[in-house]
């Protein structure tokens, strides 16, 4: 019990803050869930309620529409891209050392959000309606920085004159395979599921071609 009502007064706003944030999580799990297998045109508000149990209603009162829906879920989705998406920041005394933790971030964001990569994916491949301004302003100018760096690795001769665009987009697109079309992946090696095994080799493979296709030891 509380020993005086301004206690009350501030604790109840605290339980209705921390029930807010577990609704609108289990909306947001769910929508994911939803968005990466259909699309945004092809997701409607009922099946994501119906997936988080819930009535329509009572999910518009955390969101108020699709679109704000998608909006904050795309949100918290660049949020863990952009942390994995930047080579500069990455660890490591030598170039060899920050592609091989840049490798193995991105494939572990594959191994952790697949559902997440491929809304990321579906996005994209419809181009970017909801994302363009927010990747020009953010993510572009971070890819130039990093494009940066790597030429600067080849003007010291640190690795071989290779086109740094077509080196990232190479990386984006080989990690982020064993999440977008991991059902192909799955068949391929005659699983149900990937385990934590294919992602070490996939890491390990990756690592190996590119750094060595780049002319790095």
């Keep these: 019990m509380p020993n005086s009502l301004d206690e009350a007064v501030i604790k109840k706003p605290r339980r209705r803050s921390r029930i807010r944030e577990e609704h609108e999580a289990t909306i947001l799990r769910a929508a994911e869930d939803i968005f990466s297998r259909n699309g945004y045109n092809g997701t409607a508000v009922e099946t994501i309620a119906e997936k988080a149990g819930m009535s329509k209603q009572n999910l518009l009162y955390y969101f108020s529409s699709k679109e704000v829906l998608y909006h904050r879920l ?10 994995k998406m930047v080579l500069l920041t990455q660890e490591g005394e030598d170039p060899a050392e920050m592609l091989r933790n840049y490798i193995r971030g991105k494939v572990e964001l594959s191994r952790s959000n697949p559902n997440a990569s491929k809304v990321f994916a579906i996005e994209i491949i419809n181009g970017a309606p909801f994302l363009k ?3 020009k302003s953010h993510v572009l100018p971070a890819l130039e920085e990093d494009v940066r760096l790597v030429k600067g690795w080849i003007k010291e001769g640190k690795l071989d004159p290779i086109d740094p665009y077509h080196l990232f987009f190479l990386i984006w697109s080989s990690t982020q395979t064993y999440a977008d079309f ?18 070490q080799a996939a890491t390990d493979f990756l690592t190996h071609v590119i750094i060595k296709g780049i002319g790095l030891k």
């Design 74 to 83: 795309l949100e918290n989705i660049l949020g863990l891209w952009v942390e």
């Design 182 to 199: 991991s059902s192909q992946v799955q068949l391929s090696l005659g699983k149900d599921e990937l385990e934590q095994e294919d992602f």
């Design 133 to 135: 301004e927010h990747l």
